[in-house]
């Protein structure tokens, strides 16, 4: 069977697969449409999609309904993430599950509102004050806008932290013919499912009262416990306790700060997802993301078509950075080349990774997409 | 076979609905397709076009540096889209609106009057359909039934009573256009 859809509808179906329950949104191009099926949809399996009367507000409402015991997502474009920003910190430092869609779209400020971008690759990682880490996954087709969706669900669980969904607007509007087995399903972990196993913390403190941020070992993610529950909860944006009582006390404010970044960056392998497809002998890597990687795809079965090698990676878990996975595919290439909808904002990570390798850039910041002869022309 | 395609007009003309429903046509006759909808932030009076490929094979970049075949309602649409027609393509054009004069020797080009057709059917909404049947014939991309077949199948219910016009504007459009030669 097939269906001929788009990308947003892929997002929407792969949030109520993972038992999303809450939406909230303001409208903008080129999101829109996930918040208008979002408002659609949801309601019919009993969740709930609200239009905010601003994003500052949207994002609150998910922090707020995600510690109510809901699964919560939202979905803006760059210039909405700006307005995201502070509520982003606030979700970093109250460890809040939530997943975030970013469909990007040109340039700063209005831009091509209704033209593509890949702009917010480093925006996202580094959005909110304090610099600490994200997860950030960027699907580059259809079914895996679905795939993804399911695995930020799962990865927010997991970390308690918020998971950026990285699309753009030709992914969420490109309508494709997809073949209905082509959707992978991805098991989305329990809330809470993070804290279990050895060592898992203790919800009491040495005087009794309970401890909603006790996290053991530093890496380790605190039990989630929800506004509601028979135990008294606290939550705030503020350096805090085990018990989320304010505190200035170094040593657990930088136990603290530690332990939210060790969750995630000690847990790469985890998060890591890329595809391969490297070619022994091959002297080039080609390197991309999101939309810019189908075009990537088609210039590699050209190329190899005519008889020349190449190898090509596609980044799926941009952040953290998918070290390892790219070290491998980095191993016997002389050259590797970025492509991406910016002036190379990956490509910075490549860098600091590929030492003795050339890293080349295919840049476009036009509002069109980098096509397949665009690569053909740096194979060699 | 993989053709490439292009349908643009002024925002409100149906460009991208005409491409739209060739696309569904194409899936519903075993083809893989993409489509692609590009417009500007107006609210209405830009330009919008849709870029439509429609193939046997899995398509990769669903980009199109040369079209096959262009659909073009407007003059900005003419100007922008008929020199990137491959060579050897179709250029269907409005011509109750497009004044500018062919200037090409190495593509055929079809001329529909499909503003005027339209109206004579009763309404000129319809002249994206007039167009798409010319389009059909011009290029033999698919059968005129299996794009009728598509507007039954996939034309919102709440839009049924314009759904006969828009089959004959699809049929009088065809009828326009000279079938392509094998």
Redesign the interface.
């Known amino acids: 069977m097939r269906e001929f859809t788009d990308g947003s509808t892929a997002i929407v179906r792969g949030a109520l697969a993972a038992g999303c329950t809450f939406f909230a949104g303001y409208p903008i191009t080129p999101a829109s449409p996930i918040l208008m099926t979002m408002m659609r949809e949801l309601p019919k399996v009993g969740g709930v999609a609200i239009q905010a009367e601003d994003e500052i507000s949207a994002v609150g409402m998910c922090i707020g309904a995600t510690m109510a015991g809901a699964r919560t997502m939202t979905a803006t474009s760059g210039p909405g993430i700006s307005l995201y920003s502070e509520n982003i910190g606030l979700a970093v430092m109250g460890e809040v599950p939530l997943v975030v869609v970013d469909v990007q779209r040109l340039g700063p400020a209005t831009g091509g509102a209704t033209t593509v971008g890949q702009g917010d690759v480093q925006f996202v990682r580094w959005g909110t004050a304090g610099g600490y880490p994200v997860i950030v996954l960027a699907p580059s087709s259809i079914p895996e806008c679905y795939s993804l969706t399911m695995r930020a669900f799962d990865l927010a669980e997991r970390f308690r932290c918020p998971v950026f969904l990285l699309t753009d607007k030709e992914l969420n509007y490109t309508m494709n013919t997809v073949e209905l087995d082509e959707y992978q399903d991805v098991p989305v972990r329990e809330r809470g499912a993070g804290s279990e196993g050895p060592g898992m913390p203790k919800t009491q403190d040495s005087m009794g009262l309970f401890a909603p941020y006790r996290y053991h070992p530093p890496d380790g993610v605190p039990p989630m416990v929800h506004f509601g529950q028979d135990v008294v909860l606290r939550f705030t944006g503020s350096t805090h306790d085990e018990r989320a009582f304010i505190t200035k006390h170094p040593p657990t404010v930088d136990a603290l700060n530690r332990h939210l970044a060790a969750k995630i960056e000690e847990h790469r392998d985890e998060i890591e997802l890329v595809t391969a497809d490297l070619e022994p002998g091959a002297r080039t890597l080609l390197l991309s993301y999101g939309v810019t990687a189908r075009a990537m795809r088609e210039a590699v079965q050209k190329a190899r078509g005519g008889g020349q090698k190449v190898s090509a990676l596609t980044i799926h878990s941009l952040w953290p950075t998918p070290e390892t996975a790219i070290e491998t595919a980095l191993d016997g290439v002389e050259r590797v080349v970025v492509a991406e909808l910016n002036l190379g904002q990956y490509r910075r990570e490549i860098e600091r990774i590929a030492h003795g390798c050339e890293v080349l850039g295919i840049n476009r910041v036009d509002g069109e997409l980098i096509s397949p002869d665009q690569f053909l022309e740096v194979i060699r | 076979m993989q053709e490439e395609m292009i349908f643009s007009g002024f925002g409100g003309q149906g460009a991208l609905f005409a491409g ?1 429903v060739l ?2 046509a ?2 519903d006759s075993g ?11 107006e609210m209405r009076g830009g330009t919008a076009h849709t870029t439509v490929i429609i193939s046997d094979e899995e ?5 199109v ?1 040369r079209p096959s075949a262009a659909l073009v309602l407007n003059n900005p649409s003419m100007e922008k889209y008929e020199p990137l027609v491959k060579e050897g393509g179709v250029l269907v054009y409005n011509s109750s609106l497009i004044s500018i004069t062919p200037r090409r020797t190495d593509i055929r080009y079809v001329p529909v009057p499909a503003s005027d057709v339209a109206n004579e059917l009763g309404n000129v909404k319809m002249a994206n359909m007039v167009a798409l049947g010319a389009l059909v014939t011009a290029t033999g991309v698919l059968s005129l039934e299996a794009v009728i077949q598509a507007l039954r199948d996939h034309l919102p219910e709440s839009k049924h009573e314009m759904l006969e016009p828009n089959v004959q504007a699809l049929r009088r459009g065809a009828e326009l256009a000279e079938p392509v030669v094998a």
């Open positions: 739209m696309a569904y194409g899936m083809k893989n397709v993409t489509w692609i909808p590009s417009y500007g932030p398509i990769g970049s669903p980009i540096q």
